[in-house]
């Protein structure tokens, strides 16, 4: 007696071979109903949903299949590691535009430098307006008795770069 069974997509096949797993659901082997066809991974809801979970890290799926029956599968379900990446960071781009590289990371869980190098690679350099330093609060803030750290980490510039902007900036106005 053979079991069938449809797929995701309403496809009758005949299960030949089961595999057992970890993650609550079988992984099923057999071919098209009524088609002479060799053995193939029938794609059900449990596998599709596992995929779909591991989807930005295929490597993880721990699955009794080999590599090829995993892109191909990949394939069947739309997923592409480099289309997939491209929509994770559009879906975020108002994140990234807004936060530091370190709040962002934090906020996505990815590692700081990620962040820092998806921005300027999506992004482009960004640069502040000329003569910024010669706004009224950054030239009341260069002028006060604050240390260049303090000042740095208020700018979030170099310390190096406080001592040339404090040089720049005149006296009194």
């Not at 879906?91 to 709040?103: C, P, Q, V, Y």
């Not at 962040?115 to 000329?130: D, F, K, S």
Request: glycine letters at 6%.
């Amino acid at each position: 007696m053979t079991l069938e069974m449809e797929d995701i997509w309403g496809d009758r096949w005949q299960v030949e071979e089961r595999r057992e797993t970890a993650h609550g659901f079988d992984v099923l082997l057999g071919r098209p109903k009524g088609q002479r066809h060799g053995k193939t991974i029938i794609v059900t809801a449990g596998l599709a949903a596992h995929f779909e979970r591991h989807r930005q890290a295929p490597s993880t799926l721990t699955l009794p299949i080999g590599g090829t029956a995993i892109k191909r599968i990949r394939r069947l379900l739309g997923h592409h590691r480099y289309i997939d990446n491209a929509a994770w960071w559009d879906e975020r781009i108002d994140d990234l535009i807004r936060l530091t590289a370190a709040e962002f990371a934090a906020a996505h869980d990815v590692k700081e430098h990620t962040a820092a190098v998806a921005r300027l690679r999506i992004l482009g350099p960004t640069q502040r307006p000329a003569f910024w330093w010669r706004a009224p609060e950054v030239s009341d803030l260069l002028r006060s008795t604050a240390t260049m750290a303090e000042i740095a980490t208020i700018l979030d510039v170099a310390a190096v770069t406080v001592r040339r902007l404090r040089a720049w900036t005149p006296a009194q106005p």
